[in-house]
């Protein structure tokens, strides 16, 4: 090596006397640094404590046989959870029935709240009364709004009421089996529509301007507008709102135990509902959790695949 490159290299020694340079301290030792983790740590504890504990304790009590009544507490046993569930009929018609409840309410949930949303995008007298009252189903619970719906469709209820003012017959539309779910549907799709709503309204306010005004000048008609601008600038929220109600829809539970409790004939059993019976009637808490973390994992590659059609191809 040159000489020159030499006395580059070389590190600079410490002056005769002077005190050796200090290790630079971690990030953790400033007070500042201490003080944020001060804060961090209740927030920490809350999801670990409360959230992460029992979805770990869940796995753990899928791959075991415990019931509440039994004192000797959890017995391993491996797979069998979910070798059984997987043979069983009854878990397959569930997850069945959970799919095509998340189908039919998912496009209508969707396509209606968004023309509610271009409606309520434009300036008319009202529209703020229009708004809040699409918004309202949302803000009642989703127990009450059943309990509503539970009179709405009884044998002497508002359906029904209405039917016979026109000359038709009335229907048992909770309890039989071809209309159960269907009325169960209905009933989610009109309590939906205000959240989404809201949400793609909230998209639409994001579109520029200037591209509407830029697709006129083009001469685009009011479907060219709405295919090549309103959709594209759409896209991310109608994703969020895909896969959010897939959540949501999948996990459905309170309208069918309220409304149908399942039935008839398991015609409205979904998969949550079948946990719900399967730890708290039959005390069979590992065969819950097993059923718990498969359809977790049907909630999860239905949001994927949302996903990946929403986020289309980058080129």
Known sequence: MPQALEATARRPETPAGARPPQRRRGKLRSPMARMGMLFVIPAALYVVIFQLGPVV?????SFSAYSPLDRSGPQFIGWDNYASIFTDPTF????AITGRYVLQVLPF?????LGLALLSNRVFRGVGLFRT??????????????????WIYSD????????????LPGQRWLTTQDAALNAVSAMRIWKALGSNMVLLLAGLQTVPKVLYEAAKVDGANAWQQFRAVTLPGLRPMLTYV???DIIFLAQGFPEIFVLTQGGPYGSTTTVNYLIYTEAFQYNEMGSASAMAFVLFAFIAALTIVALRVGQGRKS
Request: net charge neutral.
């Open 57 to 61: 304790y869940g796995l753990v009590l």
């Open 92 to 95: 397959a018609r569930a997850m």
């Open 109 to 113: 949930t969707v396509v209606i709240a």
């Open 133 to 150: 009252g699409l918004y309202v189903p949302h803000v009642v619970s989703l127990t009450a709004v059943s309990m509503v719906w539970l």
């Open 156 to 167: 002497t209820g508002l359906v029904n009421q209405v039917l016979d003012l026109v000359g």
């Open 242 to 244: 895909v896969a959010m």
